[in-house]
């Protein structure tokens, strides 16, 4: 797992929770789609806010928007700086990101992520995400933060 939380304890529901949200992001750069289905509820629901439009589906279909075919190149996101909050069975994960093509960076933004335990093992349940270019104080700043680590 990437480092992506600072100098922060995690219960072990927080872990696996987030853990679920990692491996899922690694799935992109692996080119895994089979894997990324094993860690959705397909029915769940999926919010993406591309200004300036708005779009709503299923978490089966979110995750069919991404070209696994290397279409658009060698696709990573790393995540970053999440937050993880944990009720029983539901869990929710602040998740900033950054979307990078090719080793560059494509997009950055933030991703909350529902996650529901089922049969001991969390699975995403819902996502709404934002997504933006990054302006070059950005940049800076996430070399920066790639430093401390």
């Given at each position: 797992m990437s480092?992506?939380?600072?100098?922060i304890s995690l219960t072990a529901d927080e872990?696996?929770?987030l853990r679920t949200v990692q491996e899922f992001s690694d799935c992109i750069a692996k080119?895994?789609?089979a894997s990324m289905l094993t860690l959705i509820l397909p029915d769940g629901g999926a919010t993406l806010c591309r200004p300036p439009s708005v779009m709503h589906m299923n978490l089966a279909a979110a995750v069919g928007r991404i070209p696994f075919d290397g279409s658009m190149g060698q696709l990573e996101q790393r995540i970053h700086d999440t937050k993880v909050m944990v009720s029983d069975e539901i869990a929710m994960v602040w998740v900033p990101n950054e979307f990078y093509v090719?080793?560059?960076v494509a997009h950055v933004g933030t991703s909350i992520m529902s996650?529901?335990?089922v049969d001991g093992k969390w699975l995403i349940s819902g996502s709404v995400d934002n997504s933006r270019k990054m302006v070059m104080s950005e940049v800076n700043q996430s070399a920066e933060n790639k430093r401390i680590r």
């Open positions: 480092a992506i939380t600072k100098n872990a696996d929770a080119g895994d789609k090719n080793g560059r996650l529901l335990k």
